[in-house]
């Protein structure tokens, strides 16, 4: 497993600070978030590519449904950009967006 630099886990730790603080959000969502830091290794606003079936082991969700469930809500509540691929090997792109001053005003 490759290490982090220090610029990328500051970026995952505010990220994770921000998703705290959400009422919105359950354990799958956070689960799932960090997942897709670890992924993207905490850099925002660069496109990665993950599968399905990495981000629910590492997250630990069972279900598909669960899965697709909360990557739209995080898609809906601003935190990401996602790009579904239906290619076996490619893997979804996914982009980490952080939240905005208007997506707070929506609580």
């Known amino acids: 497993m490759k290490r982090p630099d220090q610029a990328s886990a500051a970026m995952g730790m505010a990220a994770l600070e921000v998703v705290k603080s959400d009422d919105r959000l359950n354990c799958y969502h956070i689960s799932l978030y960090t997942a897709l830091l ?37 898609v809906s509540y601003g935190y990401l950009s ?11 792109r996914i982009e980490l967006t952080g939240t905005t001053a208007d997506s707070d005003a929506d609580r």
């Open 82 to 92: 996602y790009d579904p691929s239906f290619h076996p090997q490619l893997g979804s």
């Open 38 to 74: 670890y992924y993207g290794n905490g850099i925002q606003k660069i496109p990665f590519h993950a599968s399905r079936r990495k981000l629910m082991g590492f997250s630990r969700i069972k279900s598909g449904a669960t899965y697709h469930k909360c990557m739209r809500e995080l």
